[in-house]
């Protein structure tokens, strides 16, 4: 007989080959009140110094940053972000940061450190120019933030005048701005940040600052501000409600297709609804380059389709076209409208038709082109060799005033949430961007084009549909073809994608996204909103030479 015995021993302790510092960041976020556990209202703290007993977490003295609601530190959420094999004791929870809360951290290798948290409200140390407007004659400032100076570009003799700007949240200026002076001069601004310390000089003049040779100037693009439409302006979403942006200079539209709000497009605040607001029925807005907005209702066959336009917020759109809607293929358009161009010129308005099907079988789209000024007849055109669309999540535009080049169709459903280019002399696609990686549960309904600084552009977004998609905005050199390849998030023409918010979840998918130039051809604008992600975003690029 053969047999096998065998010892028992106690197992040795594993200890990581590689011990680092344990503790690497604490995070706090409000436990209470309308920010309770909020992703964006999350403050954290570096561990810069582990062998530092005291670590304090910063608390911004107001939140959202520009408004006026005080933070209350007293009942905060704070977690740890610590190496593997690290723990803490006692177990972080919601706790007093104006109070000194002290833990221990025990690493892998058993040795412990002693900590002690509190929280620190800090005042803000932003102090920028945000924006800058002339007020006679009326000129926007082109601002070089890396620089200190603000650009008048103007052949116009300049004098005694009064300034309209945008500065930091809770930050102060002088001189006063809005009291006249000579700006045949340099004027030089102070901007002192709410901490009271921190400042920034400001020089603005006349002048003409240099310009690249081509397109927007890598790693000019700039967040200007991010906005929750429902917590920041009272905006729901809600069923057959359409979400989409027009631009009149300094001021950005959104209409939600039954009134149209209008903000402070530099700091996204809110302002009210512009003159003449109105239900489009689930219908849309959109600007040309020029600052003349559009906006039509959304209709079915045989029923009264109407483009109303104005160049002011408080002027009244009036009629553009009308027509009864019996021409071409489709049941029903108006959910979106885009142009290219400058209405009051030469411009080239679409607006998608549709019709239901299974699988998607539609593919045209009203068009009107606008020659000095004088809107022509409508024409109904039909797309071939490109992802057809069956419902009201589509949008075209045209990449320039020439009828003959190229347009751009990106739309949701069946084998959609790609982007087609189409030659507009055969109108037959010519190039097809696929879903992006993780873009297939994604509702891309938006599609924007804009000539800037020799370059053109076309930007789409990627809005929610479920909880799970993905949003996301992504802008394309489009000058020409040669890139045009790949998918929505590799392709060798993307130069640019957004961030991501969702604030909200799916109760109607509509989303929209305007790429809007500066009148001096320094600036260009990306705007988007996102329904059922309650976003209102906003971004700026510039070409100035560095």
């Known amino acids: 007989m053969l047999s096998i015995l065998s010892g028992c021993h106690s197992p040795e302790k594993i200890v990581t080959s590689e011990v680092r510092q344990g503790l690497n960041s604490l995070s706090a976020q409000f436990s209470t009140g309308e920010y309770k556990n909020d992703a964006n209202a999350k403050f954290t703290l570096q561990i810069a110094n582990p062998d530092q007993e005291l670590q304090v977490i910063p608390i911004?003295?107001?939140?959202?940053?520009?408004?006026?609601?005080?933070?209350?530190?007293?009942?905060?959420?704070?977690?740890?972000?610590?190496?593997?094999?690290?723990?803490?004791?006692?177990?972080?929870?919601?706790?007093?940061?104006?109070?000194?809360?002290?833990?221990?951290?025990?690493?892998?290798?058993?040795?412990?450190?002693?900590?002690?948290?509190?929280?620190?409200?800090?005042?803000?140390?932003?102090?920028?120019?945000?924006?800058?407007?002339?007020?006679?004659?009326?000129?926007?400032?082109?601002?070089d933030q890396d620089n200190k100076t603000i650009s008048l570009i103007t052949v116009d003799q300049l004098g005694m005048s009064t300034a309209s700007v945008a500065i930091s949240a809770h930050a102060s200026i002088s001189p006063d701005p809005t009291v006249a002076r000579d700006y045949s001069e340099p004027v030089i601004f102070?901007?002192?940040?709410?901490?009271?310390?921190?400042?920034?000089?400001?020089?603005?003049?006349?002048?003409?600052?240099?310009?690249?040779n081509y397109g927007f100037r890598p790693g000019s693009q700039t967040e200007l501000w991010v906005s929750d439409l429902s917590v920041k302006y009272g905006i729901a979403n809600g069923a057959n409600k359409n979400h989409t942006l027009a631009a009149i200079g300094n001021h950005l539209i959104l209409s939600v297709g039954t009134e149209q709000h209008y903000f402070n497009a530099t700091t996204g605040e809110k302002l009210g609804l512009i003159a003449g607001s109105r239900d489009l029925a689930g219908g849309a807005i959109t600007s040309d380059k020029a600052g003349n907005l559009l906006m039509c209702n959304n209709t079915t066959k045989n029923n009264t389709f109407t483009i109303w336009t104005t160049n002011s917020v408080s002027k009244e759109p009036v009629v553009l076209t009308s027509m009864t809607y019996t021409l071409g293929k489709g049941v029903r358009l108006g959910a979106k409208i885009s142009v290219q161009?400058?209405?009051?010129?030469?411009?080239?308005?679409?607006?998608?038709?549709?019709?239901?099907?299974?699988?998607?079988?539609?593919?045209?789209?009203?068009?009107?082109?606008?020659?000095?000024?004088v809107v022509g007849a409508p024409e109904a055109i039909v797309a071939t060799n490109i992802v057809n669309w069956n419902s009201a999540n589509t949008d075209v535009v045209y990449g320039s005033v020439n009828p003959q080049g190229n347009y751009f169709i990106t739309n949701y459903g069946g084998a959609g949430n790609k982007l087609n280019a189409v030659d507009g002399a055969t109108n037959n696609g010519v190039g097809m961007l696929a879903t992006s990686t993780w873009g297939a549960n994604s509702n891309f309904n938006a599609v924007d084009a804009v000539e800037f600084n020799r370059a053109t552009y076309v930007a789409i977004y990627g809005g929610m549909h479920?909880?799970?998609?993905?949003?996301?905005?992504?802008?394309?050199?489009?000058?020409?073809?040669?890139?045009?390849?790949?998918?929505?998030?590799?392709?060798?023409?993307?130069?640019?994608?957004?961030?991501?918010?969702?604030f909200g979840s799916p109760v109607f998918a509509s989303s929209d996204i305007v790429l809007v130039p500066s009148v001096d051809g320094y600036k260009l604008r990306l705007y988007y909103t996102d329904g059922n992600c309650r976003s209102l975003v906003a971004w700026e690029f510039d070409c100035i030479d560095k």
């Open 190 to 212: 102070t901007v002192t940040a709410h901490d009271g310390t921190t400042t920034a000089q400001y020089t603005v003049q006349k002048t003409i600052p240099p310009k690249i």
């Open 60 to 143: 911004p003295w107001y939140y959202p940053e520009e408004s006026t609601n005080e933070t209350e530190i007293t009942k905060m959420k704070v977690t740890a972000n610590l190496d593997d094999n690290t723990i803490i004791e006692p177990g972080l929870s919601v706790l007093d940061l104006t109070k000194e809360n002290p833990i221990k951290v025990k690493k892998a290798d058993g040795s412990i450190k002693n900590y002690i948290i509190r929280g620190e409200r800090k005042k803000s140390n932003k102090c920028a120019i945000i924006n800058f407007t002339l007020n006679t004659p009326e000129i926007s400032g082109v601002i």
């Open 341 to 373: 161009g400058d209405i009051t010129k030469d411009a080239i308005i679409v607006v998608p038709t549709w019709a239901w099907a299974n699988p998607p079988a539609h593919n045209e789209f009203i068009r009107w082109i606008v020659r000095d000024g």
């Open 466 to 502: 479920f909880t799970y998609s993905q949003c996301l905005g992504y802008m394309f050199d489009v000058t020409t073809l040669d890139q045009f390849t790949e998918r929505i998030d590799n392709s060798p023409s993307r130069v640019f994608t957004t961030n991501e918010y969702k």
